[in-house]
């Protein structure tokens, strides 16, 4: 993390980790996340369902283990975790152990059964579920200068922004990797700090936009990314904690072939989005690079194929049920509309879900890494991704 300059100037990160997380940051806040932004948990009690479903389905996967743990990152007030432990099945409740990993204080009234961590436990068997937690990772913003040189974006507590510092070492190559690939990343000569100028908006920015014969292909000038590793290695970290079993993250994200040119780092106040100011009043956040964050054995699907192999479909009852059975035929109609928002294409059936097997039984000495991706495949397959459609899992 760099250091704060003079003047207030600091880089995206640290801001927005003081503004989020400090002692006066946002997430420290009585309301949370729900009276701010309205995630899938909020939508309706189906998600909880569906992971609950996922949850036993990884049960069986790895035999149904004497202690199932469900960690619950980013658990907000804890409404997944005890939406998830309400929607499972008595054989599978009398074995689960619901953690909820969260740096704000454990509210009150909060079912006992579900602990409460600042950190995900070590060494359980299980699911760990991320919704929408990487998106309030902080990162850096990088900013193409003048001269097509990524810079660190500055910014002061009222949101004020500046170019700084060459991006260099660790970040540099994540940017050439994931974000501008081949992107010369080295300090221009006289380059200082100076303000940042708002990039138009009217049409994409090409990665190679100031490249020739023999030079490295730099973006043009405005053009931002997002600077994902500290995600990466929040994700990597966050895995390494699942001893056997199954981690997910969902999140609204892009892939490399398609990453917004003027990245989305922006705010949200009150269900509303809005600037991004780094002093406590509004949540800080920025799509995801989840294809970075993939580690061997990973997948990427849809929340719509995802949620579909769960049994959540927004299919309208039939009818007849209407005459039949009102009552009935009221209720499938609401659960029918909660099931469209959440595969909603264009909405939250766009967003990503990372699937990452954890732990499997060894595989033959013979062919290890063979052996282990079969256990690794059959393990998502089993567990969720059952007559999935290849195009839904882009």
Same mark, same amino acid.
């Given at each position: 993390?760099?250091?704060?300059?003079?003047?207030?100037?600091?880089?995206?990160?640290e801001?927005?980790e003081?503004?989020?997380?400090?002692?006066?940051g946002?997430y420290?806040?009585p309301?949370?996340?729900?009276?701010h932004?309205?995630?899938?948990v909020h939508?309706s009690?189906l998600?909880?369902?569906?992971?609950?479903?996922?949850?036993?389905?990884?049960?069986?996967?790895?035999?149904r283990?004497?202690s199932l743990?469900?960690?619950d990152?980013?658990?907000?007030?804890g409404?997944?975790?005890?939406?998830v432990?309400?929607?499972l099945?008595?054989?599978?409740a009398?074995?689960?152990?619901?953690?909820?990993?969260?740096?704000a204080?454990r509210?009150?009234g909060?079912d006992?059964?579900?602990?409460w961590?600042?950190?995900?436990?070590?060494?359980?068997?299980?699911?760990?579920f991320?919704?929408?937690?990487?998106?309030?990772?902080?990162?850096?913003?990088?900013?193409?200068?003048?001269?097509?040189?990524?810079?660190?974006?500055?910014?002061?507590?009222d949101?004020?922004?500046?170019l700084?510092e060459?991006?260099?070492?660790?970040?540099?190559?994540w940017?050439?990797?994931?974000?501008?690939p081949?992107v010369?990343?080295?300090?221009?000569?006289?380059?200082? /700090?100076?303000?940042?100028?708002?990039? +138009?908006? =009217?049409? #994409?920015?090409?990665?190679? %936009?100031? !490249?020739? $014969?023999?030079?490295?292909p730099?973006?043009a000038?405005?053009?931002?990314?997002e600077?994902?590793?500290p995600?990466?290695?929040?994700?990597a970290a966050?895995?390494?904690?699942?001893?056997?079993?199954?981690?997910?993250?969902?999140?609204y994200?892009?892939?490399?072939?398609?990453?917004?040119?003027?990245?989305?780092l922006?705010?949200?106040?009150e269900?509303?989005?809005?600037?991004?100011v780094p002093?406590?009043?509004?949540?800080?956040t920025?799509h995801?690079?989840?294809?970075?964050?993939?580690l061997?054995?990973?997948?990427?699907?849809?929340?719509?194929? /995802?949620?579909r192999?769960l049994?959540v +479909?927004? =299919?309208? #009852?039939p009818l007849?049920? %209407?005459? !039949?059975d $009102?009552?009935?035929?009221?209720?499938?109609?609401?659960g029918a509309?909660?099931?469209?928002?959440?595969?909603?294409?264009?909405?939250?059936?766009d967003?990503?879900?990372?699937?990452?097997?954890?732990?499997?039984?060894?595989?033959?000495?013979?062919?290890?890494a063979?052996?282990?991706?079969?256990?690794r495949?059959?393990?998502?397959?089993d567990?969720l991704?059952?007559?999935v459609?290849?195009?839904?899992e882009?």
């Amino acid at each position: 993390m760099r250091r704060a300059e003079r003047g207030g100037w600091r880089g995206w990160r640290e801001a927005a980790e003081e503004a989020l997380y400090g002692p006066s940051g946002f997430y420290r806040g009585p309301v949370g996340p729900a009276g701010h932004f309205r995630t899938s948990v909020h939508a309706s009690p189906l998600f909880a369902g569906a992971v609950a479903r996922l949850l036993c389905r990884v049960d069986a996967a790895l035999g149904r283990p004497e202690s199932l743990a469900f960690v619950d990152m980013a658990a907000g007030r804890g409404e997944l975790v005890t939406g998830v432990l309400a929607a499972l099945p008595a054989d599978v409740a009398s074995r689960a152990q619901g953690y909820a990993v969260e740096r704000a204080d454990r509210p009150a009234g909060l079912d006992r059964r579900i602990t409460w961590l600042p950190e995900p436990p070590e060494g359980v068997t299980g699911l760990l579920f991320a919704n929408e937690w990487l998106d309030n990772v902080p990162v850096d913003v990088a900013e193409a200068g003048p001269d097509g040189v990524p810079r660190l974006v500055l910014v002061r507590g009222d949101g004020t922004e500046r170019l700084g510092e060459a991006v260099t070492g660790a970040d540099a190559e994540w940017l050439r990797r994931w974000w501008w690939p081949g992107v010369r990343t080295g300090r221009a000569p006289g380059a200082g /700090a100076r303000p940042v100028r708002a990039p +138009s908006r =009217e049409a #994409p920015v090409p990665p190679g %936009a100031r !490249s020739g $014969p023999g030079v490295p292909p730099t973006p043009a000038e405005g053009a931002r990314a997002e600077i994902g590793l500290p995600r990466d290695l929040a994700w990597a970290a966050a895995v390494s904690t699942l001893g056997r079993g199954l981690a997910v993250a969902v999140d609204y994200a892009h892939s490399a072939a398609g990453r917004p040119p003027f990245g989305t780092l922006t705010g949200f106040r009150e269900g509303r989005e809005t600037r991004p100011v780094p002093d406590g009043s509004c949540d800080i956040t920025a799509h995801v690079a989840l294809d970075a964050c993939v580690l061997p054995g990973g997948r990427l699907v849809t929340q719509r194929a /995802a949620l579909r192999a769960l049994g959540v +479909s927004g =299919e309208r #009852p039939p009818l007849a049920l %209407a005459s !039949s059975d $009102p009552a009935a035929y009221v209720r499938a109609l609401a659960g029918a509309g909660a099931a469209a928002e959440l595969t909603a294409p264009g909405g939250l059936g766009d967003f990503r879900w990372l699937l990452q097997p954890v732990g499997l039984p060894d595989a033959s000495k013979d062919a290890p890494a063979e052996a282990d991706a079969r256990l690794r495949d059959a393990l998502i397959r089993d567990a969720l991704l059952v007559d999935v459609p290849d195009h839904e899992e882009q």
